[in-house]
């Protein structure tokens, strides 16, 4: 079949070439395999390849070829005048492979995928590219029958809208395996739990709450930001009467929405936290909030109210258009035995992909940055979300927008491991990948976690509590105040924050946890996962770790104190003002070693008496031998004494340890030996010599 006749804003050699080609989207789709013999994986198959001179692109690109500039644009190459410079880099050809992405990798129904190489080694300055991209088109074009991705959906509220919702949360429910397998997805099941109690949405007019008294049911549970007060919220007062009847115009408008979708949804009840949980009973509370992870775990569907900054927003409004694409590119459409000549459709890339700088303003979800939300989000079998833009339904399998809308966010949070989500009657075995990938995910919880807001200080612990109980199980390790107590304990110390803020008022944890200091961006000096080598580098021993809870039928919670004993070494050191960001650096010894370091908490005080560096692990490469000397770094915590050695260890005994306080976080990133004989190293690094000291 010829080619129709070509647009002027494509070139003849890419209209015959890629485009002729469907630019490779409806081949095989472009995947990478590992080379066992290379350190850097470059070996691609699938979709449409071709070869291009990057002279000839940039020329092409002047005359107008939308495509070559495209591509010129995204290699860095703005100018004819870089195709003079008689370097490799310039002069060897582009090796061009375009093509489709499988779907099962971030559930966009039709991203292209585009990879460009020149064959140059790393040292010779190679132009490589590797990006993907987001496409469309309308319904009305005659790409639709080959391009599945269509504009978002705006009309988040609409009979339209939530009927397609509907339909998608249904085919997860038949089709997919892996959420099949790892929730019970029948309404009436006897696996499902049952919260106390739950709202009758079945007529959103005569709304109630029910005691469910451990009959199943098929619920629908909401996650939202208060955003203050919440006057509507059930107390000891008013239960009673709601358990008659809830007047749905007392209620904020998030909640009604919700209301409103669970019913659409055919969903006959909704569990809602300010209603379903007594909120002037610490009985109440103290009995429900444990079963936070069953409530999401279980339910048949959460409703994620992302869009709403607080309890009265609502999260229904119809969203602000779509940017206009920032790339308009003709699509030749394949044609039946009967057509003479293909005819012509459009493809479109979302102008936030094309400049690959979303708005934030529009993809920004307040749930993101609320504590709370975190867990109600991984601990969901699948989950609605109403994003600032449209609404998307993620589950254990895939992420999709509804109605097939392209999907771009690239800051979904990762779902959790199979082995957490679902862990089995065991733990996962100690030192296994599986094992070590869940130690590793921890930290990217942690880091996550720690950076979102909570109305209640105090909750810091309280929040991740059900994701807390998910981990335990699967890692069979000791949990203490947001920390594992096992073989990698000294790693999980090693959190520093990017940001010193001043100390939070209250008590919240020890001062070695991560939840004790202020809103945050935590980050640990780990390499890419734990290692089992991570525990020849080690340089302390715990000898005991404690915590006090503040309630012991709720192991989880609140610690009302704790205390790490520590055998390691002590070197006193000065705290030099000099700063970037929050790091100061701490001198130490006659020869000033400089320990690159990062305050918990802005300096309050002088420390007159400086502080104590503890070097507690160093870097050992695989096949190196114990030897201190072949270290490549040194990491450790930096503490003050503690002036009261009986407070904030929650009664645990200290008896005549000397007591210090965790204050910042310190490394070495060039282990040399007279950096430690600065220090006060002597040579030997036995742990027998060195001193046993309590942190509260």
Known sequence: MPLPPRPSSICSACWKGPFAAQLGLLGQPVEEHPDEHTAVSWSWTGGYTYTVSLPALLFRATLGCKWCKFLAERLGARSLKHMWRPTTRWRRPLNVRIGGV????????????IIVDNGVNLYESPMRLYDRFSTYTTLDDPAARFIPGRARLTDVGSDRTLALAKACVEQCVREHERCRAISSSEP?????????????????????????????????????????????????????????GIDPTNLPQTIRDAIYVTHKLGIGFLWIDSLCIIQDSPEDKLRELPSMRDVY????????AASAEKASDGFLQDRPPSEPPMLTLPFICPGGPTNTVAEVGKLYIPGSIYNALPTMDRLRLTTRQRAWCLQEKLLSTRCLVFTGDTVRLGCQTVTQNIGGAYHDDKEEVPRLPDTVFNPGQRPVERYSDDWLEIRHRWHAVVRDYASRELSYPSDKLVACAGLTEMFAVALGSTYVAGLWNDDFFLLDLLWHCKLALPSPAGYRAPSWSWASAMHLLVEYRDPARPEPAFVRGKMAEVVSCTVTVQDESFPLGPVTGGLLILRAHLFNCKVQEERSGNEVYVVSGSTEVRLSSHLDRELEETYPEGVWAVPLRRDIEEGDSEDISRSTLCAGLLLTEHAEPDSNNGGLGSGDLRIFRRVGYFEIEHWRNHDMQGLGWDGEWSLETAAQFGIV
Do not use: F
């Open 188 to 244: 009436n099941s006897l696996e499902r739990h049952v919260p106390t109690r739950l709202i009758d949405c079945t007529d959103p007019h005569r709304l109630h709450i029910i005691l469910t008294k451990g009959v199943p049911h098929a619920y629908a549970a909401l996650s939202y930001v208060w955003g203050g007060d919440q006057p509507h919220r059930t107390t000891k007062a008013n239960l009673s009467s709601y358990m008659t």
């Open 297 to 304: 775990r279980r339910a048949y569907l959460t409703i994620d």
């Open 102 to 113: 499988p779907r099962a990798e971030d559930g966009d129904p039709a991203s292209l995928r």
